[in-house]
C-alpha cells in the first residue's frame, strides 16, 4: 500500500480554482484514466477538440492527472506528434485501456503549469519589458 500512495503524486495533482461540472461520465473516465496511468499502459481514447469541432482518436501515454481551473486536465505523451499534449478531461468521450505498457519519455515537472498561463504548457520563460 506505501508503494502505490508513494506514486500517487507522479500520477495526480491539484491546483484550486473554481470547479467545472463533473458528472458520472467524467468519473468512470477518470478512473480508467488514473488505472493506465498507475500500471502505465496506453490508451485510445475519442476527443471532442474545441479546436476543430470535432472528435479525433488518439492514442496516449498517459502521464498525470490535474485539477487546474476547475477542471480535471490529462496530461499524455502522443506518439503521433512526438510530443506532450494537455487534454480536458470532460472532453473524452470514450477511454480504451490497452495491455501495451510503455516507458515515460522524461519525468513531468512537479507542477507543469507552473510558467503558464492557465492549463497550457510552454518553453523556456522569457523576462519581457514594457
Not at 40 to 67: D, F, G
Amino acid at each position: 500500500m506505501k508503494k502505490f500512495l508513494d506514486r500517487l503524486p507522479r500520477a495526480i495533482l491539484a491546483k484550486h480554482e473554481h470547479a467545472k461540472r463533473q458528472g458520472a461520465h467524467t468519473y468512470a473516465i477518470t478512473a480508467r484514466l488514473l488505472d493506465a496511468i498507475l500500471g502505465q499502459r496506453a490508451i485510445s481514447m475519442r476527443y471532442h477538440s474545441l479546436e476543430s469541432k470535432r472528435e479525433k482518436l488518439y492514442t496516449l501515454h498517459p502521464s498525470r492527472l490535474i485539477h487546474a481551473q476547475g477542471g480535471l486536465y490529462l496530461i499524455a505523451f502522443v506518439p503521433a506528434y512526438a510530443e506532450v499534449r494537455t487534454f480536458a478531461v470532460e472532453r473524452i468521450k470514450k477511454v480504451t485501456v490497452q495491455e501495451a505498457t510503455f516507458k515515460p519519455v522524461a519525468e513531468l515537472d512537479a507542477d507543469p503549469f507552473q510558467h503558464s498561463l492557465g492549463v497550457h504548457r510552454g518553453g523556456q520563460t522569457c523576462k519581457v519589458r514594457l
